[in-house]
Structure formats: C-alpha cells, structure tokens
C-alpha cells in the first residue's frame, strides 16, 4: 500500500468517566482507509485478520474500518474488533470469534481447551456493549450525540449458522459466517440499515470529525528522538545474535565472520562476558585505540567477573615486559617476535585460558602466533576471533589466506552472520557491494543517503558546514561523527600533533559533543550521523576498503561529501548505482 497521508500515535483520553485507547494510522488509497493502516494482528487475533482482509479487498473506497478499538467506560472495558464506518450509510461494531461456535442452554462455546470446547462470554453481548460504550464516548468527544444508524454484529469466519437461525436480541442479518465472508459488503449493508439503531445515514463530514478522536496527536517533529527510537530497535535485534553463542558453546576455537553492522563487537563482548563468568582467564583483544576504549568502558560495568585484560593488543604485550618502540616496523615485526620469546616463559597461572579478539581481520598473522603462545595450551585453549574479511584495510592478510591451512586462524571453525543489524537499509544498500553475497540488511528503512557535490579540495570544508547545518535542522551535537578518508580534520590533527589521542578518545566516549576523526580508526565504532569526507586516499589499493568503513558506520543518517569521480573510481559501479537513489543536499553554509 502507498500511504499519501498517515497519522499514527497512541492516545489515552478520559472525559467524564469514559476512555478510549487505539492506535491509529490513516491510509488513503485506492482501497478502503484503514486504522492502522497496517493493523499489527497477533496469533490470537488470526480470525480478525482474515476478516480484515477481506473487507479490506471488498467495501468501497470511502469505507474507513478500524481494529481494535479498545473503549473504556467508567470501570466497564470493551474492544470492538472491527469498527466500520460507511459514510451514507452508518457504523457497525463487529465482534471477530475464530474456531467453531456453539451455543447449548444458553450457553456459548468456543472450540478448544482440554474438553474440545470452552465457555464463553455472548459475543452479542460484546459486541453490544462496546458499540454502547463507543457512541456515548464519542458523542462526548465531538460535542454531538451521533444519531447516525449503529449495527453491533458478529462474524464466525469458520462456523456455517443456518439462515433460518435466530435468537433473543441477535436476528440471523447480523451474523456474518464463513459463507457469508464470500461477499460481506450487502450484507454489512443492510445489516446497518435494517438493525442499526439511529435514524440517519452516516454523513462523510460527521465521519471526518469522529476520525481524528481514534488516536491524533500532532507533535513537533524530533530527528535526535526518533533515531534513538530507532537505534534502540536495532540494539534488540543485535542482542538477539547471543543465539550463535549459544549454539556455539562446544566448540572451543570458533571465528565468526560477518559484514558491517552484524552484531559481531556486541558478539565479542558478550563471549568475554561468559568466558570470565565461567572463571577463566580471558583476554579481550583489538587493535584501534577507539575500538579498545568502547571494550574497556563496557567491562567496567560488569558487576561480576571480567577479563584479566581488556584493550589493545600492544598493550598487552607491555604489561608482560615486552620493551616499548615506536614506528610500523616495530609494531608490525619486533614487538610480537619479543612477545613469543617472552610467553614461553610466563608462569602457566599467568597465561589465558581464552582468547576473544575483535575486527580479528586487523590482526597480522605474527601477532597471531604471540598471541597463541599467551594461552595455557596454544594447540587446544579457546580463540574466538569476530572478523570482516572485506575490512582488511591495513592489508595484513594479504600474502595469506585461511583456505591455504597454513594461515593462524586455519584451525578456527567458520561460523558466518549475514545479517546487517546497525544500519537502516538504505544506509546498508550503499555499502552491499563491499559487504560480500551473503550480505543481508534488516534495518527499517529509514531516511535517504544524503549526497553533498564538492571538489576533493573543498571537502573538509563542506562537511563542516553539514555538522552545523545538522545541528540547525534538530541533531544532537553529540549523534554526529565526520569522518575524513586522508587528510585529517584540525581538530583532530592538534590532537594527533600535540600526543592527546587517548584524550581525544576519552572525549568521543564521553559522547557529549561531535567528533571528527579518519576512517580507519573509526573501525568498530559508529554514531547516529556520519558526514564521509571523501577527501582523496593515501593508497588507491585501500580505498576501497576506506570506503566501506566510512559508509557503514551511521546507524541513522549518512552524508556522503565529496567528487563523484573519486568516489566512484574507488568504490566501483555497485556504489555508483547504490547512490544514484540518494538526496541531492545543500547545506546552509
């Protein structure tokens, strides 16, 4: 369905005694209005939504129904299944009862429980009082009685009732069965004209004065709440990933390998969190100083056991007397081969029983194996590595591969997560074409990429006109991340300059105002709102990589600055299309 107007909130009013709850949300089309427009039916109510449907598919367009319509009536509370309102014609309360029903001594029966069928309450009672109920509450509302006609009725849409059958209040015309469903528009008709009490047809503009009192709220438009509303959304289906813990319980070295957003920092945590709870000694590993300050803030809040080490790979290495150095040689070579020597030698109460390793793909091999040799039996002692074989931006891996047999993590049981969890889908889209084939977005839809035109040379500069455009338009300073692919932002660069970096990450962790950084050590991290500067690349062999880093990071809204050519060049025609759907933006300078 193509909604042109929606309105959809919950209302709880109460005016002298009486209340009515309903969640609503309007839909015009071609079809009959809806409230919901997509109404949320659970299991229990598998009845109502076949009726639904099909009075969905068969009244007339100006025909408005909604469901469940809960009304509150002093102490009295009612739910009207279905509520149609038939503008010349007039309104009909319908009661929806699934299985089979039966009615013996008075009594009424429902299929099911441990006898085949339970007692139950009249459902013509129910649909009586509720259509009571709702009149006089919205006569109140509206400030008129509604003398249009009102029919309360039944619908068994898996019960055969013979034509001949009648009861005490409940004439055979307002009882709609499964044979009458086939074709229930006359019949809802004439039920309302012929039974309904009142005396005039429903007037379009009496509808439209009743419509609104279902449930509109008009609020102020809030871009920071509603990507909370959102975000805290993708949050719980992200810990719904603890499932693949739980189904990987037995296996003892496990590599989990999923594309951006899938859950797999959430993951990592998670395991270290068990491991520790179980009493053994456990590291939690990363290699960005960013990534390893999140890990670190959240072992603080565990009340129970944590890991004995929680952080940057090389810090670990210092903190067993490995000698400190500076430059990529010494990282890269000299300090892991000094850490093998050094393991041998450590105590086995001082060694890890488990190893937990995040964004596992910035790991070189070498460290790899000092990291091994820190565990009490390097041959069998538990590795959980939580890996992205296409953010392989340091180019670690290259002259090495997991199918060669030979490569560190060769004996680690591949266990695949597909689905993207963090961003919205349109966010996902752009980046699909670097993510792999199994590659799955799960997010809402949320609002369009933002696409900002610039020179290369002009880059920095826009983007900092979108932070303070962003902030004008109702974003929280501290949703907003920009982030440069070469040339760093100055206020990132004075950092750099002055050594403040684990300041300068004590700042963006505290989250009270924007951040700038680069792409490559915002690996792990995300916020709200990324600006990707695309501000030219040190190494036309990683842009591609760069690129994917900087796209999915967002979890709400992406802005993407920069020349088309560059960026195409570097992210290849999957990205070209993927943003050909996105908004052209201006912003304010």
């Not at 990534?291 to 080490?309: C, D, E, H, I, K």
């Amino acid at each position: 369905m193509e909604a042109e107007g929606r309105a959809s909130e919950v209302v709880d009013r109460a005016i002298g005694g009486t209340a009515l709850t309903v969640t609503c949300c309007y839909y015009w089309g071609e079809e009959m209005r809806s409230i919901p427009a997509e109404p949320d039916f659970s299991e229990a109510q598998s009845a109502e939504k076949v009726v639904w449907e099909k009075l969905r598919l068969d009244l007339p367009d100006e025909v408005v129904v909604a469901h469940s319509v809960q009304v509150r009536h002093g102490r009295a509370e009612c739910e009207i299944d279905l509520l149609v309102f038939w503008p010349g014609v007039g309104l009909a309360a319908i009661e929806v009862k699934g299985g089979l029903i039966s009615i013996a001594g008075g009594q009424w029966y429902q299929s099911g429980g441990a006898e085949g069928r339970r007692g139950i309450q009249s459902p013509v009672a129910q649909s009586q009082s509720s259509m009571h109920a709702f009149r006089t509450w919205m006569s109140e509302q509206i400030g008129s009685p509604i003398s249009s006609r009102f029919a309360y009725m039944v619908c068994f849409p898996y019960t055969s009732v013979p034509q001949s059958w009648e009861m005490a209040g409940c004439p055979r015309s307002l009882v709609l069965d499964r044979d009458d469903l086939t074709s229930p528009v006359e019949l809802i008709r004439t039920a309302i004209e012929r039974e309904g009490s009142g005396t005039t047809p429903l007037a379009a503009s009496f509808m439209e004065r009743m419509l609104p009192k279902l449930g509109q709220l008009d609020s102020k438009v809030d871009l920071a709440y509603d990507a909370r509303e959102v975000e805290d959304e993708q949050n719980h289906l992200t810990e719904r990933q603890a499932i693949l813990l739980a189904a990987t319980r037995s296996l003892p070295r496990v590599r989990f390998i999923g594309g951006a957003g899938s859950g797999k920092t959430w993951l990592a945590v998670e395991k270290a969190k068990r491991l520790a709870k179980e009493g053994k000694r456990v590291g939690l590993f990363c290699y960005n100083k960013g990534l390893s300050q999140y890990l670190r803030n959240q072992v603080q809040g565990w009340r129970q056991a944590t890991p004995v080490f929680t952080g940057e790979f090389h810090d670990y290495a210092l903190t067993l007397g490995v000698r400190d150095g500076e430059g990529q040689e010494y990282f890269d070579d000299q300090l892991p081969r000094e850490l093998l020597l050094l393991a041998g030698d450590l105590a086995n109460a001082d060694k890890l029983d488990a190893v937990v390793v995040d964004e596992a793909q910035d790991f070189a091999p070498l460290w790899w194996d000092a990291l091994k040799t820190c565990l009490k039996d390097p041959a069998s002692s538990e590795i959980y590595a939580f890996m992205d074989d296409q953010q392989d931006v340091y180019r670690r891996w290259k002259a090495h591969t997991l199918e060669e047999g030979t490569a560190p993590l060769a004996d680690l049981v591949p266990i695949h997560v597909d689905d993207n969890l963090r961003n919205t889908r349109r966010i996902a889209e752009t980046f699909k074409g670097f993510a792999g084939a199994h590659f799955r977005p799960r997010g809402v839809t949320g609002l369009p990429v933002r696409r900002v035109h610039c020179s290369t040379e002009d880059a920095l500069d826009v983007a900092g006109d979108c932070v303070d455009a962003l902030i004008e338009d109702g974003w929280a300073n501290n949703q907003i991340a920009l982030l440069t692919t070469q040339r760093r932002h100055p206020i990132h660069l004075e950092h750099f300059e002055n050594g403040t970096i684990a300041d300068y990450w004590r700042e963006f962790h505290r989250d009270d105002a924007e951040f700038y950084g680069h792409v490559l050590g915002f690996k792990g991290l995300e916020r709200s709102v990324i600006i990707l500067c695309v501000n030219g690349f040190r190494d036309a062999e990683r842009a591609a990589e760069q690129l994917y880093v900087g796209l999915s990071r967002a979890r709400s809204l992406l802005v993407i600055v920069g020349d088309d050519a560059e960026i195409i060049a570097a992210g290849g025609r999957r990205l070209e299309l993927a943003l050909r759907t996105a908004e052209v933006w201006k912003p304010a300078s």
